[in-house]
């Protein structure tokens, strides 16, 4: 006689998560009063709202600390499209993560306010509610961390957080948008960068033509097809890293850029040699707008980059297996490999995240 | 009226009920068991990136990443069998991967474990696992599945291990890469059983084990497997699957069961 009990833990922790961000949406938090409340400030009622995320996408994990809201996100949104977070009042966040190129920027370095070229391209902020690490080199966690870099940095927008909170709080409407979000005209820095990474998860991107063609809404062409088969095959070999449908695995690889990385990348972070020139695999999503190419932006063209996948890797003892064609130098492609390869990136442009309305500024 | 009536009868069979079951776990005493992950080379602790292990072949070789997924973890105790009906992936990167706690172990003396290697023909669906970036990672595509039926879905990578060797000691570094997994659509997952090295006495008390796997078994025992012969890429490759999937048997052993 054979019992069989199927304990399931997967599947409850699957529920759980899924549930989280329903809760959000369901329940209405205990109203906050705040302390110092004036008479004229109406009750703290924040609309929380759940994200429609698109088939098959994972599950996106949102702090409990920041649950979002309409009010926080369209708060975000204003922070992310305003100077006023930064020193001399003219530098945005759009105006290196740019919404008509999926928030990257279409120069090979940004430029901060002092006139300081940083080192590194603007990636693109698109589907950041999945990533664990955030830059190139991984060094934050999450998208609220993330946000309190860019302003104190003097290579960017070189402002001190006192300043820029001083500023919010003597502005005629933030200290409103702030309450009605938060509950609390008592601005503070986290609840600046909450806000802006509320609006962060919002930039959702799952409706390309691939989409499109998987979910057997349109057809590929001849060539795109090929070019998705050969990104799946062992041929093309994209997928190991660029992997799932955030086309990337969120993890650090060397892709033989360099013999000799000058940008030593997660090394700098984890000490580690193995780790030298490692950098987090980036979106393939909408990376028609994206260009320039790389941590350092220098591929100018998605024909350069297939060019280096088919001839240009560059032998180094870090350089990561899964370019598995290291010692040949690359892949060889054929010509029409290139093109067809080229044809299949070009569907994961979404032109319904570029022209939405939610993503650009009033 | 006689709805409400009828609801309430109903909800108080179904309370009734939900005491019962209650009633019949409280009696026996279950207890826990966490797997703990480990790997070794040559009964060695694993150090990654770096040439100190030596393959059957002469090679020396260097592991950088390894992940791979098990599932349908089974307990016996005389003849009786307990499923846990799930699969985890195990990434030596990510110290959560590396135990799994399998909870309500019914009171009893348990004398073995198994679990299957990777996923079942039947089980190796994505709705079967968690859908996180980390197991969308371990698709398998669909153009290495089974092309008889190209809508099937083709599931997951059992495993991806991967890491550099060199065909003598002052060649240059090449990748190898094992990604075992369901090629054109074969089920290439094996079951594997472990007796435990003394019984298992599972009375509302928490055990711990060791799953050992050592990659130095998967390039032997019993066929050698030779980086340079079946190169970097053995997705499609079936017969490389297969001896793989032989080699797998002696890959796992158990280590210090304790319910401390």
């Not at chain 1, 995320?53 to 920041?66: L, V």
């Not at chain 1, 664990?132 to 001190?160: C, I, T, Y």
């Not at chain 2, 696992?129 to 398998?140: K, R």
């Not at chain 2, 595509?141 to 890491?163: A, I, V």
């Amino acid at each position: 006689m054979k019992r069989f009990i199927e304990a399931s833990f997967f599947g409850l922790i699957a529920l759980f998560l899924i549930s989280t961000p329903v809760l959000f949406s369901s329940c209405d938090k205990e109203e906050k009063v705040d302390p110092d409340q004036n008479d004229t400030l109406p009750p703290y009622k924040p609309t929380y709202v759940s994200l429609q995320i698109p088939e098959g996408f994972p599950i996106m994990e949102i702090p409990d600390d920041n649950p979002l809201t309409k009010e926080g996100i369209a708060l975000g949104k204003k922070l992310f499209f305003d100077p006023i977070l930064s020193g001399d009042s003219t530098q945005s966040c759009a105006d290196c993560h740019k919404p008509e190129h999926s928030f990257s920027d279409d120069r090979r370095f940004s430029l901060g306010i002092t006139g300081a070229i940083g080192t590194r391209q603007a990636p693109p902020i698109i589907n950041a509610g999945w990533m664990k690490k955030l830059f190139w080199d991984g060094r934050v966690s999450s998208l609220e961390e993330q946000a309190l870099h860019p302003v104190e940095n003097p290579d960017e927008m070189a402002a001190s957080w006192e300043e820029v909170v001083q500023r919010l709080q003597r502005h005629p409407t933030y200290p409103k948008l702030f309450y009605s979000a938060f509950g609390t005209t008592e601005i503070t820095r986290y609840h600046v960068v909450k806000a802006i990474a509320q609006f962060e998860r919002t930039l959702i991107s799952g409706n390309s033509r691939f989409d499109l063609a998987l979910q057997g809404k349109v057809f590929f062409t001849p060539l795109e097809q090929d070019g998705y088969d050969l990104f799946y095959s062992e041929r093309g070999d994209c997928f190991h890293c660029h992997s799932g449908l955030l086309f990337t695995d969120n993890a650090f690889h060397n892709n033989a850029l360099d013999s000799v990385p000058t940008d030593l990348g997660l090394e700098k972070i984890t000490g580690k040699r193995s780790d030298r020139g490692k950098f987090k695999t980036p979106t393939l999503r909408n990376i028609e707008h994206t260009a320039p190419y790389m941590h350092d932006g220098r591929f100018a063209t998605l024909e350069e980059v297939i060019d280096f996948y088919s001839e240009g890797l560059q032998y180094s003892p870090y350089a990561d297996p899964l370019m598995k064609a290291l010692p040949q130098g690359g892949k060889h492609f054929t010509p029409y490999e290139k093109k067809a390869l080229l044809a299949f990136l070009k569907t994961l442009t979404d032109t319904s995240f570029l022209n939405n309305p939610d993503f650009l500024p009033e | 009226m006689k709805w409400s009536r009828w609801t309430s009868l109903l909800l108080l069979l179904l309370g009734g009920m939900a005491f019962q079951a209650c009633h019949v776990v409280d009696s026996d005493k279950p207890g826990t068991l966490t797997l703990h992950f480990k790997h070794t080379v040559d009964d060695l602790q694993l150090h990654t990136d770096t040439f100190i292990y030596r393959a059957p072949t002469g090679y020396r070789y260097s592991v950088s990443n390894l992940r791979y997924i098990l599932s349908e973890f089974v307990l016996y105790k005389n003849g009786e069998s307990l499923l846990y009906n799930s699969g985890h992936l195990i990434d030596i990167r990510d110290t959560a991967s590396l135990a799994l706690k399998l909870n309500l172990v019914p009171e009893g003396s348990y004398d073995s474990i198994s679990f299957r290697f990777g996923l079942s023909a039947d089980n190796n669906h994505k709705s079967y696992l968690p859908n996180t970036v980390a197991y969308q990672s371990m698709y398998w595509p669909k153009q290495l599945g089974d092309t008889t039926d190209p809508l099937k879905d083709p599931g997951f990578h059992y495993m991806q291990y991967e890491g550099m060797y060199k065909t003598d000691d002052n060649a240059l570094p090449k990748p190898f890469n094992l990604h075992a997994g369901p090629t054109w659509g074969n089920d290439n997952s094996f079951v594997v059983t472990l007796p435990f090295p003394q019984k298992m006495h599972i009375k509302g008390n928490d055990w711990n084990v060791d799953i050992i796997m050592d990659l130095q078994e998967w390039l032997q025992n019993p066929h050698v497997f030779d980086f340079e012969y079946y190169g970097p890429a053995i997705m499609p490759n079936q017969a490389a699957q297969e001896i793989l999937r032989d080699n797998g048997s002696t890959v796992f052993r158990l280590a210090n069961l304790t319910d401390k």
